[in-house]
């Protein structure tokens, strides 16, 4: 099963094109502005698969308290640049 698995490995593209000494290094962390107020600025990124907490989900969570952000940014994930997000986005003045 081992050399059919190294097989497998050896001859898929996708494998290859993704395993880890052919990806670029990350880049180095830069550092973050300092805020004039709580969530001004939020990161997004979903987590899925976890249980929910009274039905909610962690951005509705923060709007919800906190207000609309100045500014959100996401990993580019496809929910955020879905239609829905970009009308959001748009409403806002974003």
């Not at 081992?2 to 880890?20: A, H, L, P, T």
């Not at 009274?54 to 996401?74: C, F, R, T, Y």
Request: aromatic share 6%; charged share 30%; hydrophobic share 40%.
């Amino acid at each position: 099963m081992r050399k059919d698995v190294r097989q497998f490995v050896r001859e898929c593209r996708i494998c290859q094109r993704m395993k880890s000494d052919s990806l670029s290094p990350a880049g180095l962390l830069q550092p973050l502005n300092i805020l004039n107020q709580v969530f001004e600025d939020i990161a997004l990124d979903f987590i899925t698969s976890l249980p929910k907490s009274n039905g909610k989900e962690a951005i509705l969570g923060v709007i919800k308290l906190h207000g609309i952000p100045k500014s959100m940014v996401s990993d580019r994930d496809r929910i955020f640049v879905s239609e829905l997000w970009k009308e959001m986005l748009r409403l806002q003045g974003t």
